[in-house]
């Protein structure tokens, strides 16, 4: 073997080459998937102008992306206070004075959470999903509240590592049609290709 920093920048350019898996959960979960959302709201020609809101927002790196973007109208909430709390400091940062940051518990959203455009989820589903604590109640609560703060015909990006496409049909059929599946990487075990992560677009009907 190589010595190990070596071995690092190899497997890093393979990681960047292949989007293989290995450690690639972390990196691409992060920047192939912000990569992807945007891509696709620019592709769809989605005005700068919309409001977005960012569920489960975290170090607030996508909603920076997004300003960087040309987005001007970027909302983030996380339940957790540390999580604004890091993600106020990359706002600054960043020079990014536009993003409004708030603690908010998605499952019980304050009122003027509301009229959004579009709504993106990276994990925060998945994270809802793996709650030991009546998940199943947690799952219906979050479709309501997803119902409450996106306007009707908005659009909802999810990425998940948790669910498969026809479990996350099922998940928001009440509501919410499936606009467009976004293409992620695969990987392959045992000889039998599979996606590590799906990212689709639902439709608030």
């Known amino acids: 073997f190589p010595p190990t920093s070596s071995w690092d920048a190899a497997y890093e350019r393979e990681l960047q080459t292949f989007q293989d898996i290995g450690d690639a959960g972390e990196i691409w979960f992060g920047e192939e998937s912000m990569v992807r959302i945007i891509r696709w709201l620019e592709k769809q020609k989605v005005p ?4 977005v809101l960012d569920i489960g927002t975290g170090n607030g790196v996508l909603l920076i992306e997004l300003a960087k973007s040309g987005y001007m109208n970027l909302t983030g909430i996380d339940y957790s206070p540390s999580a604004i709390q890091l993600s106020e400091k990359v706002r600054e940062k960043e020079g990014m004075s536009n ?18 455009e579009i709504c993106i989820d990276k994990g925060t589903f998945d994270a809802i999903s793996l709650n030991p604590d009546n998940a199943v109640g947690k799952r219906k609560q979050y479709v309501r509240s997803l119902c409450s703060v996106l306007k009707p ?15 996350l049909l099922n998940e928001f059929r009440e509501g919410f049609e499936i606009l467009e599946e976004l293409p992620t990487p695969k990987f392959c075990f045992g000889g039998r290709i599979g996606n590590s992560v799906t990212a689709l677009v639902f439709q608030r009907k």
């Open 48 to 51: 700068l102008d919309s409001s």
């Open 153 to 167: 015909e908005g659009l909802f990006l999810i990425t998940s590592c948790n669910w498969t496409k026809e479990e």
């Open 99 to 116: 993003i409004k940051l708030k603690v908010e518990d998605f499952l019980a959203p304050s009122a003027e959470l509301s009229g959004f």
